[in-house]
């Protein structure tokens, strides 16, 4: 019997199995030699000095940057205060309770959009153009809906707002339309600080923060084995303010990672390992989350395939590794590189979400990416919550034990009867079998009665349904005029940075 | 056409590294002028090898190093295509903006550039508009080319096509973008001469804004 995993079924859940151990502690190990002996190039003094504080070597020191070699110890000591199990619980329903509770250890799993993409497909006109704060409101509404979607990352960048300040408005949008956790992101540091405050008084102070965050914040270092200023001073204010951090590198096989998918691996680990050290040194206790979008470049187009088969499979080799770490993981699935909600688009996301699932991933985004994370499709969105029930259902497994052998049953229906009428299929048929309100099983006739309706359509009209359901407003008038200060003072305070020109819409 | 300018092409297309330099000192020693090797050995494989990459036959690390082998030979060719006054394809200087250090793309540009014959100034990333302004001062090139992957780094884009028009420098040359965000509409908007959405069309493009 397994006692593997997932936080639907304790046990007998069927897994897939990418590395053995000795491979995942080979590549283990060998990300500890290039972290000691490569080094990593960090962008940032602060950073730099706390390393070479905590032991590192700190060689190559330049105006903007250092060469940061850390000796392996530094990593054992790290990973012995680095939480394994890390909360992030949704805002506050009317009645005061945080429903949306996200418990991230090695063997739960939680799936969720992704964030930032600088267009999105029109959910009436289906027209691919630049997002707005509608868009990631709507999005958000639509991830509220769907019950399998744990979590949300904005789905689009909200560009009829200010480029310098556009993260809060964002930030603000999500929360007009979802109480689920959040993955924000952030312009920079001043934009961080604004939505942690956004955050204190949507759960009504920080006390309510510290007993669980609401949203944890994206931060990705540059691959090849750089991190920039940015990245640095958010991890370090992350630290200070108990935000749970997702330190994702994005590395890219034969472009900005070595072409073979273990060398990008090591890689990866390594570029997660500085920011695993780095954060404990600021803070014991900091809470980290690694993982990340790895996949190999197309070398006919040169873009980051989403869709490939090879971003699943370093998605789930990935997962396995962070297992035998314990550390909390982001994974990745549920996106595509099609430019429209397609057959293309279905495909790879049946395939990259059912490889996440049967792997257990912890933190599993990008539902909902379609043209290599440059666009959200909301009926890509409605479509994958179907795929990753139908993929829950193959995880329940088949439990093999008396009862469900169904021997007496067996006995007393005998040769030529039938099922149909009896008590043990009609106690059972609706948990044993699944279905969806979008999956078409009609025989023909009762198909072309109701309208031929090819998937596409069924889709389009299921999200249409949710986007036009009403819905009481999730935020009070009261709160959604304090929350939106914070936004206009902000633009107040960087009205001089934006171009004249109308930058995006 | 003489053998040894067949040889040469090949060699680009094969991404000879190893022989071009010998094939080049032996077509000058035939007493082929460095112009001819240049357009008939040379730039015949690299349009060779862009064909192919076109139709999908050639991929990017194979164009690499069609590029590699004609840098290997321009760097013997260009001391004299420049005693004989031979005016170089352009020189293209290059950047990811202030703010960024996603540089994968604008690496890529830089190569299939030289590979289109230009000469390439690469300034590398998180570069300031003061930084653009002096270095066209200093290198005079006869494009830019800046790179962006972030929303956010963006606008720096249209910062640095602004202190460009402050430097006076905006009518010495021309302006090229790109990066994941960037669209044709966006380089309208802050004024850049072109926009194109991959490496070897940007190479393309330079091309023919300095013809």
């Known amino acids: 019997m397994q006692v593997r995993k997932n936080n639907y079924t304790v046990n ?404 030529g009867g039938h099922f149909l009428g009896h008590d043990h299929t009609y106690n059972r048929f609706k948990t044993e079998n699944w279905r969806s309100a979008l999956t078409d099983r009609q025989v023909y006739a009762d198909w072309e009665t109701s309208g031929c309706k090819d998937y596409q359509q069924r889709v389009q009209e299921r999200m249409v349904e949710i986007l036009e359901a009403d819905a009481a407003p999730l935020l009070e008038p009261k709160m959604y005029q304090e929350l939106r200060r914070i936004c206009e003072l902000a633009d107040a305070r960087h009205k001089d940075e934006e171009l004249d020109v109308q930058m995006f819409v | 056409m003489s053998e040894i300018l067949v040889q040469l092409s090949e060699a680009i297309i094969d991404g000879n590294v190893e022989d071009i330099v010998d094939l080049t000192e032996e077509a000058l020693d035939d007493g082929i002028p460095a112009q001819e090797v240049l357009n008939k050995g040379l730039m015949a494989g690299m349009d060779h090898v862009g064909a192919e990459f076109k139709a999908g036959n050639m991929f990017v690390p194979e164009v690499l190093r069609s590029a590699k082998a004609m840098q290997a030979s321009m760097d013997l060719l260009r001391p004299i295509l420049a005693e004989a006054g031979v005016k170089h394809t352009g020189k293209l200087l290059l950047g990811t903006v202030k703010g960024d250090l996603h540089d994968i793309g604008k690496n890529l540009v830089g190569m299939m550039a030289e590979g289109a014959g230009f000469e390439v100034k690469d300034l590398g990333k998180d570069i300031t508009p003061d930084q653009f302004v002096s270095a066209i001062k200093e290198y005079q090139p006869d494009v830019i080319g800046m790179s962006a992957l972030l929303t956010t780094t963006m606008r720096v884009m249209g910062h640095t096509i602004k202190a460009l028009e402050e430097a006076g420098l905006r009518d010495r040359v021309k302006v090229i973008v790109g990066g994941a965000p960037v669209t044709q509409e966006f380089a309208n908007q802050i004024g850049a001469d072109g926009y194109a959405p991959n490496a070897a069309s940007a190479a393309e493009l330079a091309r023919k804004l300095v013809s």
């Open chain 1, 12 to 415: 007998m859940t069927p897994t897939m199995q990418v590395l053995t151990e000795n491979q995942i502690e080979a590549i283990y190990y060998a990300a500890l030699a290039v972290l000691s002996e490569t080094g990593v190039r960090v962008y940032d003094k602060e950073g730099w000095d706390l390393a070479h504080q905590g032991g590192a070597v700190v060689e190559d020191v330049q105006a903007d940057s250092a060469l940061v070699k850390m000796p392996s110890w530094m990593v054992d000591k790290a990973r012995a205060t680095l939480p394994q199990r890390i909360r992030v619980i949704g805002t506050p329903d009317g009645d005061g309770k945080r429903k949306y509770n996200m418990d991230l250890y090695k063997n739960t799993m939680y799936f969720g959009t992704g964030s930032d993409t600088p267009f999105t497909i029109d959910p009436y006109t289906q027209v691919r153009r630049r997002a707005t704060y509608k868009d990631v409101r709507n999005l958000a509404k639509l991830a509220e809906a769907l019950p399998n979607v744990d979590f949300f990352m904005s789905l689009g960048i909200t560009q009829d707002t200010a480029v310098g300040t556009y993260d809060r408005w964002q930030y603000l949008a999500m929360l007009e339309a979802t109480n689920k956790p959040i993955n924000i992101t952030a312009v920079d540091i001043e934009g961080l600080k604004d939505q942690l405050e956004m955050a204190y008084i949507r759960l009504g102070g920080k006390e309510e923060w510290k007993k669980a965050p609401c949203f944890s914040l994206y931060n990705e270092p540059v691959s090849p084995l750089s991190h920039s200023e940015e990245v640095i001073q958010k991890l370090l204010f992350c630290a200070d303010n108990d935000i749970p951090i997702v330190y994702t590198p994005c590395p890219l096989a034969g472009a900005t990672a070595p072409a073979t998918l273990a060398g990008l691996m090591v890689q990866a680990l390594t570029e997660s390992l500085f920011g695993i050290v780095l954060s404990q040194l600021r803070k014991p206790g900091c809470q980290v989350i690694i993982g990340g979008l790895m996949s190999a470049m197309d070398m006919q187009t040169a873009v980051y395939p989403y869709g490939s088969p090879e971003m699943a499979l370093l998605s789930a080799g990935y997962t396995e590794i962070t297992k035998w770490m314990r550390v909390p993981e982001y994974e990745t699935a549920g996106c595509s590189d099609a430019k429209c909600f397609d057959e293309q688009a279905c495909m790879e996301a049946a395939i990259n979400i059912s490889t996440a699932a049967m792997i257990g991933g912890n933190m599993i985004h990008d539902i909902g990416y379609i043209e290599q994370g440059l666009c959200s499709s909301p009926h890509m969105l409605v479509a994958s919550d179907e795929i990753i029930s139908r993929t829950k259902r193959i995880l329940r497994g088949i439990p093999v034990n008396a009862d469900t052998q169904a021997l007496d049953v067996l006995d007393q229906v005998g040769p």
